[in-house]
């Protein structure tokens, strides 16, 4: 499935930013959106399945909250960070889903209290790391900027697995943009991962945010292009929605097939979702 702790891994590949203020702020405002859709919550349906194979909305918030607290002790407790490091690659294939499995035995009150005590250690301890600094993580150390871009798109991501579980349509924000700068960074990794050889030359990619506004990225005059919604775009790259059911173009050979095999977490693909399951796209 398309969650785990690695995810992170992609936000290596951003370019630093002038100002890491907005992004705090925005994976504060990202988390209190998803608790509002958990919160008041029945029993019954914290054990919702969600689209992500064997996970219930349980599993989800159990997950972000066993993987903010990988991220606090990476910032805070680099030795022990190290042994979570340890567990991780005795165990690479499963033990993100033991993680889940384990925290989502727990009552829902428990979960929610544990996720919202640990996401604001997290966001307390990035926005008080001193300037430059780099923590460890499962793949390169990350800035803390670079973290909580990570941990948005996450928290994002598996929003709208608790989204689709619930039958939720939620409004986008100007917060995919920190979901849609992963994604377009990443486009190199996603065609090694899948054992390609990545496109010498940029693309242009341009997507259009919910109040209208252009998000461009690479040259003008770039022969390969991708467009269209920001929120269709961000679903592709975290591999919420099957591009068949987006509005997402390419024009371009290479682009075009970005776009089938498009990641903006690190590891492998997933099977994504079927085409036709998208309850999350482009209203």
């Keep these: 499935m398309q969650a785990c702790l690695i995810d992170s891994g992609a936000a290596a590949m951003l370019l630093p930013m002038a100002d890491p203020t907005p992004v705090f702020d925005d ?9 509002r859709l958990v919160a008041e919550l029945s029993p019954d349906q914290w054990s919702l ?12 918030i159990a997950h972000l909250a ?3 607290h990988a991220a606090l002790l990476a910032v805070t407790d680099a030795d022990a960070f190290g042994k979570e490091v340890e567990k991780a690659l005795a165990s690479p294939d499963n033990f993100v889903d033991e993680g889940a499995e ?3 035995r727990k009552p829902p009150a428990e979960i ?12 307390d301890a990035l926005s008080a790391a001193p300037k430059g600094a780099r923590f460890p993580w499962y793949g390169p150390p990350m800035a803390a900027a670079s973290m909580a871009s ?15 579980a619930l039958g939720v349509v939620r409004t986008p924000t100007d917060r995919l943009r920190h979901v849609a700068r992963i994604g377009v960074r990443a486009r190199d990794y996603a065609f090694g991962v899948n054992g390609l050889t990545p496109p010498t030359e940029e693309f242009r990619i341009e997507l259009t945010g919910a109040d209208g506004t252009l998000w461009a990225y690479g040259p003008e005059d770039a022969p390969q292009r991708v467009t269209g ?12 929605a099957h591009r068949a059911d987006l509005a997402v173009q390419a024009d371009g050979e290479d682009a075009d097939r970005w776009l089938d095999i498009a990641q903006a977490f ?6 994504g979702r079927s085409a036709g399951t998208a309850k999350g796209g482009d209203q």
């Design 66 to 68: 066993w993987t903010d």
């Design 49 to 60: 399945p969600t689209p992500a194979p064997r996970w219930s909305i349980a599993h989800q």
């Design 150 to 164: 990570a941990r948005l798109m996450e928290t994002w991501a598996h929003g709208q697995d608790v989204a689709d």
């Design 229 to 240: 919604p920001a929120l269709d775009f961000c679903l592709l790259v975290t591999r919420r």
């Design 266 to 271: 690190a590891g492998p693909p997933g099977a």
């Design 102 to 104: 384990e925290g989502a």
């Design 27 to 35: 994976l504060r405002a990202e988390s209190d959106e998803l608790d």
């Design 112 to 123: 929610l209290a544990e996720w919202r005590t640990g996401r604001k250690a997290l966001a």
